[in-house]
């Protein structure tokens, strides 16, 4: 074989399953639970101390507290007011103020934009059951997804 | 150069690029309008008539109604049912009925697999300015995003 003939099937080869591969695959067919709120900035006055899960608080994880959503889940946080996310696991409860719907760690607030200054911001909270850890998990988050207030 | 040198570089000069094409762009720093609520099925009585924007109604178009978004506006519309998502342009005026956010031609309704039998399904719409076709548009969704109204 020549080197002419060797570099197309090269290329289609090594590039076929690059770009299969880097496609994002398409999301799965499952419901999504979807609140929309503000997210609060949780603050370091609980670093260190225990959350409802029973883990030690680190202000730099990527953690939240949600009223709602299961102790364990992994829910994607976007700010409306610049539209950048980030992913955060459920690990305590609260905030218990009106149109609160999460209060952000300090490390999770600080990759959407929340700052102790500005400290509160809308945002919308997305938690699909394929991207959580447990069987368990999936099936609550499924649950919430299917209650009639989802979408209200 | 011998086919064995070939072949690698060749595949480093494609592959690079190809990764890169393929890597999602981050989403630019920019507020997003959303709003949670139903979306119904527009049906197809208004086939062949006019639209608030002026066009003639295609069942099979990807456009929408909207009460609140601008003529014109792209939104993203994902069915919190199976999280199935379709691109739109808002073209016409309505839902008037309490609770619908969103009025989905038959071509969209279907992408999330709203039928004419399911008829209506929770929402979430999103709007981007980036997104927007026109200057104008963008500078209307933008504003759309900072209304007190976005992420309450």
Same mark, same amino acid.
């Given at each position: ?59 730099? *994880? ?8 299961? %102790?364990?889940? =992994?829910? !994607?946080?976007?700010?409306? @007011?610049? +539209? ?42 997305? *938690? ?8 368990? %998990?999936?099936? =609550?988050? !499924?649950?919430?997804?299917? @209650?009639? +207030?989802?979408?209200?």
């Amino acid at each position: 074989m020549s080197a002419k003939a060797v570099v197309p099937l090269a290329a289609f080869l090594l590039l076929a399953p690059a770009a299969l591969a880097n496609q994002p695959a398409p999301p799965p067919d499952e419901p999504v639970a979807v609140d929309k709120g503000e997210a609060s900035f949780y603050g370091d006055r609980f670093h260190g101390k225990k959350t409802a899960s029973g883990e030690v608080f680190d202000k730099n *994880a990527p953690t939240a507290a949600s009223k709602d959503l299961p %102790l364990g889940t =992994k829910a !994607e946080v976007t700010n409306l @007011e610049n +539209g950048k996310s980030t992913e955060v696991t459920i690990n305590d409860r609260g905030p218990y103020v009106d149109g609160r719907i999460i209060d952000l760690s300090e490390g999770s607030a600080k990759k959407v934009g929340i700052t102790e200054e500005n400290g509160v911001a809308p945002v919308v909270v997305e *938690a699909r059951p394929s991207d959580q850890p447990t069987e368990e %998990l999936k099936r =609550k988050v !499924e649950q919430e997804a299917k @209650e009639p +207030g989802n979408g209200k």
